[in-house]
C-alpha cells in the first residue's frame, strides 16, 4: 500500500471511529441507584407515610426523581406500599416500560425500574456468605442491538459477627467472578463498606478497590459521600461499569425522602470496545 493509499485508510477509518461515537452519543442515558429506605428514611421495613400526607410527598419523591434525569434506577429498600395500599411502582414510576423486583426480607429489597427500555425477569441470586439474606437481582436488555446486564444489591453491614467477618468481601469477589466477562454491564447499590470499630462507624471506601482492579469503573470517587443524606460521612452507595464512559456522575441528597443519597451519572455505551 503506498502512502496515499494508506493515509485514505486512515481518514475513512477516523470518520467511521467519530461516526460510530455519535451513534453511541445517542444512546446515552442517565442511571442512578439508591437506597429509598422503605419510605421511612430507614427506620423500619414498612413505610411510614400517612395517608394524609401521601399526596405531598409523592411530588416531593416524583420531582427528586425527576431532577436526577434517571432513565434506569436501581433501588434498594424498596417496599411495595408507598401508603396504604397504594402501589408504590405504580405511583413513582408511571408509564415507565418495566419494573423488576426481587422479594423483600427484613431490610434486603432490590428492585430495578426503566423508561428507557424493557427489562426481561428478573432472577434473584443468594450470596453463599452472608449474615442477612442478601441477595442481588439480575436482569438485562437491549440497548442499540447490544446486550446489556443490571444488577442491584444490597452487601452485608456485618462484619464483626463471628464466622461472618469476610461476608462481605465474599459478596464483593461474587460479584466480580460473575460479571467481569460481561462486555455492558452495570452494578449497583448499597455496598456498606464500612467498618465498627470502638463502637463508630468508619467509612471504608477502600473496599472497592477489587472492583477497579477487576477492569470497572467507579462512577462515585471514594471519599464522595453518600450517607447519612443528612450530613454525609461514607460512601457507601456506588455504580460499576463495564463497557460504558461514565460522565456527569453525582451525589444527590434529601433527608427528607431517606436516609441515603441518590447517586448518579450518564452512562454512554461503548459499543465493541
Known amino acids: 500500500m503506498d502512502l496515499h493509499r494508506l493515509l485514505f485508510a486512515c481518514v475513512v477509518m477516523l470518520c467511521a471511529a467519530g461516526m460510530s461515537q455519535k451513534a453511541v452519543e445517542s444512546q446515552a442515558f442517565g442511571y442512578a441507584s439508591w437506597n429509598i429506605g422503605h419510605f421511612a428514611l430507614g427506620r423500619q421495613s ?32 424498596w417496599n411495595d406500599r408507598f401508603s396504604g395500599e397504594s402501589s408504590a411502582s405504580a405511583l413513582l414510576f408511571p408509564g415507565w416500560s418495566s419494573f423488576v423486583r426481587g422479594t423483600q426480607r427484613g431490610a434486603q429489597y432490590n428492585a430495578i425500574a426503566s423508561r428507557k427500555v424493557p427489562l426481561e425477569p428478573g432472577k434473584i441470586v443468594e450470596y453463599a456468605r452472608r449474615s442477612q439474606r442478601t441477595y442481588y437481582v439480575v436482569t438485562e436488555a437491549m440497548i442499540d442491538g447490544h446486550r446489556v446486564v443490571f444488577v442491584q444489591t444490597h452487601l452485608d453491614w ?19 467472578r460473575t460479571f467481569k466477562d460481561e462486555p455492558h454491564v452495570v452494578i449497583s447499590g448499597d455496598f456498606n463498606t464500612c467498618l465498627l470499630i470502638e463502637g463508630k462507624w468508619i467509612d471504608n471506601a477502600a473496599e472497592f478497590r477489587p472492583f477497579v482492579e477487576a477492569g470497572f469503573t467507579q462512577a462515585i470517587p471514594g471519599d464522595v459521600y453518600t450517607w447519612p443524606a443528612h450530613k454525609p460521612i461514607m460512601c457507601i452507595d456506588n ?14 441528597s434529601d433527608a427528607s425522602l431517606s436516609d441515603h443519597s441518590l447517586v448518579r451519572c450518564t452512562l454512554v455505551p461503548l459499543w465493541g470496545k
Not at 161 to 176: C, M, V
Open 46 to 77: 414498612s413505610s411510614t407515610i400517612k395517608p394524609e400526607e401521601a399526596d405531598g410527598k409523592l411530588k416531593e419523591y416524583l420531582a427528586f426523581l425527576e431532577k436526577s434525569g434517571a432513565e434506569i434506577v436501581g433501588l434498594c429498600e
Open 158 to 176: 456485618d462484619h464483626f459477627t463471628a464466622g461472618h467477618e469476610g461476608d462481605r468481601a465474599d459478596q464483593i469477589q461474587t460479584l466480580i
Open 239 to 252: 455504580i460499576f461499569v463495564k463497557g460504558f464512559a461514565v460522565r456527569d456522575a453525582r451525589v444527590m
